[in-house]
């Protein structure tokens, strides 16, 4: 159960919510030194939104 | 090549406008235009589709003495106040909305350190933007809408020894470079994180703890320098605070109204643009334009009434000592219509150039893009009309109450 939990927040796509560009984890952002796989609390906190700018703190997991 | 040069001849570069304009044109209007001839029109789609950023202009407009009616004669100033501002921006805004929108920028972030009681930065900062050795953005765009309820800061200050420290990203502010200056407003909490009100600060883009970020990309006016600013425990001594917390609110309400009203000369700078595209297309079209809704002939007698009504508040707003807090709600209304307007008058454009004006080097369809700024950047539509509607009540609930209370013995 832990598991599949780490899972499901490992492929968790997250969004910002000043631009709403959307990070997805499986994809990662390599034109953006993040590669695929990587999941969203293991991007640095110096990394920034390619869109707008803003830091990891302005981003949101995605509501489906 | 440049794509500016690889253009069709652009049937709209006679940039003196089409609507009548009363009385003598001011010599330092008159040397911009030359200089938007000279110099913009070649450029515009530079600016447009390669985001160049038009520095060297920029600062000619400077030295032409474009800014100078943003300032006090003591700093630089010409004594000409809003209303000159304001023809600057119109006249630049005719041929292109980013330069234009760049202008606001430079004499907004001037006129903030006019309106402040800091004579210090004043005499230290002021003679070099009017002059436009310095350029200048303001980053005020999330400060007046927190500030309005509408979204939270994005901005912390903290009080320290002779200072404040700074933290927190603004996404989008223009015309900026690592040796420009802007001016931001964030709030300051104590100890207990209570609200102690907002410090307005004049930030160094060099300095230490303040980071630069060139990421966003826009539809239309991102020849701005539109970036990201990054404060990572950012020191800002007191010698370059505008406004302290406890002065903060007053100082707000005396840069509004000059900061929205400027933002006119945008709208009808566009405007004018649009009407000369139509008429233009109806030296050809004008059997079949005739059954577009909207005919030159009535957006230019709206932009003639606009304009007025611009230069009317301006001076009426420069003449208050409170900054013109007390024509809030009139600069508020004629902001909004100019928003309206430019999109109208951008979309008539469009429509009476027909399928050329979907070419890319066509500017009717530059003008529709740039149109919709002027209707989204802040104060936006929505913004405006939120504040009209809050204004309006309380003004009618005020009225009630004063119907209620009993009558003064005169």
Known sequence: ?64 | MSVSSAAAPNMASDICGIAAQVGVVDSVVAEVRELVKKRLTPKVLDVDLKAEYPEDLLRDIGKAGGYRGAASPEYGGNDLGLRHVVEVIEEVSKECLSTGFMIWCQTACARYIDQSDNTWVKECYLPRIVSGELLAGTGLSNTMKSADTIEDYRLSARRAEGGYVINGVLPWVSNLGPDHVFVTGCPVRGADGELQGLAFVLVECGQPGFRLVDCARFIGLDGARTLACHFKECFIPDAMVLAQPSESAAYLARIKPGMILAQMGMGLGLIDGCALLMEQSNRTHGHVNQYLDDQVGEVVAALEEARTATYDLCDAVEADAGGGARYGLDVLKLRLAGGELSVRAAHAAMLHQGAKGYLVRNAAQRRLREAYFVAIVTPATKHLRREIARMGSEAQAMGSEAQALPACAA
């Open chain 1, 1 to 64: 159960m832990i598991e599949a939990t780490e899972q499901t927040a490992e492929t968790t796509q997250w969004v910002c919510m000043v631009c709403n560009w959307i990070y997805d984890p499986v994809v990662g952002a390599p034109e953006h030194g993040i590669a695929a796989g990587t999941a969203f609390a293991d991007i640095p906190d110096d990394w920034y939104c390619p869109e707008c700018g803003v830091t990891k703190a302005d981003f949101e997991p995605m509501q489906r």
